[in-house]
């Protein structure tokens, strides 16, 4: 898979195509360490404007926020580092602010998108996926024994396709059923996944299984428990990823104040916002065991065990 680092290291145009390699447990596992580690960012949501004071949220406060969690990943033994959707709140331009911070990162990173990194004007809706460093908005990629899963729950929703792509139109659709049902997270700043990638997915789960791996999902918005944040389809979605005994974890931003759920054994983590609050960060680390997943939180994020 393409990242921003893949970019930034190749400088010719060969190197947007340059696969990500994957990596290896780390030596540390056999004196009881973790197999590997990898950084989290959930919703920077970066704009240059005022604070939002009754949500709480300071939109330009989050490039020294990311500046200083991109410092202090640098200091870790990490494989990669996933930002799970708003990077940026609104305005096309916001990109060119925040994107720079990610080119200091040492490790490898992968980028979800999420609703506002729509929040543009509509001439550039169908640009946002290179403009990241990505070739696709959903995708997979492997390394320590685990299959990440990228999801793009934007693929159909009322906003994110160009103005005269179909999926709009089915994005209506889904959006008035789930209205008529009273459902709570019948709302407009949320989407779904298509047909298409909904069978990808489910056919990369059996690869994964197939080929001995764990799985991770990532994605933008929550699926479990309910919640008004979550995913117009995410019913669906929990009953496939909870039917493969190699899912291990889901995580996601999109609800700033954070969410947990269980179901089955499989965890479902809504990491917190970062563009939240004046002065307080929110980021994680998680260390892959063999037997569990401990998130070590910073800031607003919590730190806790996820037994697998």
């Known amino acids: 898979m393409v990242t921003r680092r893949n970019i930034i290291k190749g400088g010719a145009a060969a190197a947007f195509f340059a696969p990500f390699a994957g990596f290896t447990v780390t030596g540390a596992a056999a004196q009881g360490g973790p197999l590997f580690r990898f ?25 020294w926020k990311l500046s200083e ?39 490898e990173h992968f980028f979800v998108l999420g609703n506002h990194d729509y ?29 990440f899963i990228v999801l793009d729950g934007n693929d159909v929703s009322t906003f994110a396709p160009p103005e005269g792509d179909p999926r709009r139109e089915i994005a209506t659709k889904r959006l008035d059923e789930l209205k008529a049902q009273g459902a709570e997270n019948a709302q407009s700043w949320n989407g779904s996944l298509s047909d298409e990638q909904f069978a990808w997915a489910e056919e990369t789960m059996k690869k994964a299984q197939t080929a001995g791996e764990k799985v991770i999902v990532l994605n933008h918005y929550p699926v479990y428990p309910a919640n008004e944040h979550n995913q117009w389809d995410s019913e669906r979605i929990v009953k496939m990823l909870t039917g493969y005994d190699n899912f291990v974890a889901y995580f996601n931003g999109h ?3 954070g969410n947990y759920g269980e179901t089955g054994g499989k965890h479902f983590l809504n990491f917190k916002g970062m563009v939240d609050t004046p002065d307080t960060t929110a980021y994680a680390v998680v260390e892959v065991y063999g037997d569990r997943l401990e998130v070590r939180g910073v800031g607003r994020e919590e730190s806790r065990t996820l037994k697998i």
């Open 39 to 63: 950084g989290i960012v959930a919703d920077p949501q970066y704009a240059p404007v005022v604070p939002n004071l009754k949500s709480n949220r300071y939109y330009a406060n989050s490039l």
């Open 69 to 107: 969690a991109i410092e202090a990943f640098n200091k870790e033994d990490l494989q990669f580092v996933a930002t799970l959707g708003d990077i940026i709140d609104r305005h096309w331009e916001s990109f060119s602010h925040i994107l720079p911070l990610y080119d200091k990162l040492k490790h």
């Open 119 to 147: 929040d543009i004007a509509k001439e550039y809706l169908a640009s946002v996926v290179r403009t990241v460093g990505m070739d696709k908005a959903y995708y997979d990629f492997t390394g320590g024994g685990y299959r």
């Open 255 to 257: 609800n700033h104040a």
